[in-house]
C-alpha cells in the first residue's frame, strides 16, 4: 500500500487542520490506519488507530478529545481532524498501515507500509 500523507501546515494555537492519508489500492480498507508523529531527536509517537471499517479507534491521551480519526473506504482515504492545537503538536505526522489487534494500534514496528510524513508547525 503507498500511502500518501497531505494537509500539514503553519497554524497558531488554538486553531485547527485536517490530515489525510491516502492510497491507489484496492486493499486499502483491509488495513489498520494509524497516525504517528515525530519531531527530531525523539522517537514515533501513536496519535491516532482507525480499525478497518472505521469504528474501533484509539488515541494517544496527549490528544483524545482534540483529535478525531476517520475513514472513507469508498475514497481509499483516512482523516485525521485536529482541533485546539497546541505548540507541543509540532512534528512530522506520518500515517501507516498494518494488521495490528486493537491493544497494539500503539506500536510502531507492527505496521507495514509508512506514508511520508506532512509537516505541523504550530506557533504560540
Known amino acids: 500500500v503507498q500511502l500518501q500523507a497531505s494537509g500539514g501546515g503553519l497554524v497558531q494555537a488554538g486553531g485547527s487542520l485536517r490530515l489525510s492519508c491516502a492510497a491507489p489500492?484496492?486493499?486499502?480498507?483491509?488495513?489498520?490506519i494509524s497516525w504517528f508523529r515525530q519531531v527530531p531527536g525523539k522517537g514515533r509517537e501513536f496519535v491516532a488507530g482507525?480499525?478497518?471499517?472505521?469504528?474501533?479507534?484509539k488515541y494517544s491521551d496527549s490528544v483524545k478529545g482534540r483529535f478525531f480519526i476517520s475513514r472513507d473506504n469508498l475514497k481509499n482515504t483516512v482523516f485525521l481532524q485536529m482541533n485546539g492545537l497546541k505548540p507541543e503538536d509540532t512534528a512530522v505526522y506520518s500515517c501507516?498501515?498494518?494488521?495490528?489487534?486493537?491493544?497494539?494500534?500503539?506500536?510502531?514496528?507492527?505496521?507495514?507500509?509508512w506514508g511520508q510524513g506532512t509537516q505541523v508547525t504550530v506557533s504560540s
Open positions: 501507516a498501515a498494518g494488521r495490528p489487534v486493537y491493544s497494539a494500534y500503539d506500536q510502531a514496528e507492527i505496521y507495514y507500509h
Open positions: 489500492e484496492s486493499t486499502f480498507s483491509t488495513y489498520v
Open positions: 482507525s480499525g478497518r471499517r472505521g469504528a474501533n479507534t
